[in-house]
T-cell receptor
Framework: KAGVTQTPRYLIKTRGQQVTLSCSPI?????VSWYQQTPGQGLQFLFE???????NKGNFPGRFSGRQFSNSRSEMNVSTLELGDSALYLC???????????FGPGTRLLVL | GDSVTQMEGPVTLSEEAFLTINCTYT??????LFWYVQYPGEGLQLLLK?????DKGSNKGFEATYRKETTSFHLEKGSVQVSDSAVYFC??????????FGPGTRLSVLP
């Protein structure tokens, strides 16, 4: 069974630009969560989508948004990028009734 | 809100040494408890989990026991290998909410 895939793996942007990251969950998984990982703040929860609806949201500004499609694939968007948005963005998927989250390899975003 | 305290390390051990990484948590309700591991350049992988008090999760020689009375979930391994070098994250989880990860503990195992 294929794992969680994320594209792109690496991205370089400049301040003020926007970026869209993509996540394809494991087949059959309907829940997708996004996390930001930085050396200073560690792993922080961004949001979770389940059946195309945002179910939970972390404490991030409105520049961070996401969506989920009917095939459970998810995208997250960051607008008006800031230097502090440089991070590893991790996506995780799980079955609707299972707790265990399975993580993708992440997208490493560098904002210059 | 929920929170996790774990030793941040780095923890440096020689091969075949005994490992303990402490984890204590505060959480509402009755969470399940997880340990995830992150190898260099990769995402997180589930290492083990426990869903109720006194349960012991185990995998790849690692073990952790759900201690509800002390709200702890310490990770142990009797004999570490160089390949165990990674960052280890403790996380409580209440269904329908989000994972709350600890700061991670970096482990370096020297040959």
């Amino acid at each position: 069974k294929a794992g969680v895939t994320q594209t792109p793996r690496y991205l370089i942007k400049t301040r003020g630009q926007q970026v869209t990251l993509s996540c394809s969950p494991i087949s059959g998984h309907r829940s997708v969560s996004w996390y930001q990982q930085t050396p200073g703040q560690g792993l922080q929860f961004l949001f979770e989508y389940f059946s195309e609806t945002q179910r939970n949201k972390g404490n991030f500004p409105g520049r961070f948004s996401g969506r989920q499609f009917s095939n459970s694939r998810s995208e997250m968007n960051v607008s008006t990028l800031e230097l502090g948005d440089s991070a590893l963005y991790l996506c995780a998927s799980s079955r609707s009734s299972e707790e265990t989250q399975y993580f993708g390899p992440g997208t490493r975003l560098l904002v210059l | 809100g929920d929170s996790v305290t774990q030793m941040e390390g780095p923890v440096t051990l020689s091969e075949e040494a005994f490992l303990t990484i402490n984890c204590t948590y505060t959480a509402t309700g009755y969470p399940s408890l997880f340990w995830y591991v992150q190898y260099p350049g990769e995402g997180l992988q589930l290492l083990l989990k426990a869903t109720k008090a006194d349960d012991k999760g185990s995998n790849k020689g690692f073990e952790a026991t759900y201690r509800k009375e002390t709200t702890s979930f310490h990770l142990e391994k009797g004999s570490v290998q160089v390949s165990d070098s990674a960052v280890y994250f403790c996380a409580p989880y209440n269904y329908g909410q989000n994972f709350v990860f600890g700061p991670g503990t970096r482990l370096s195992v020297l040959p």
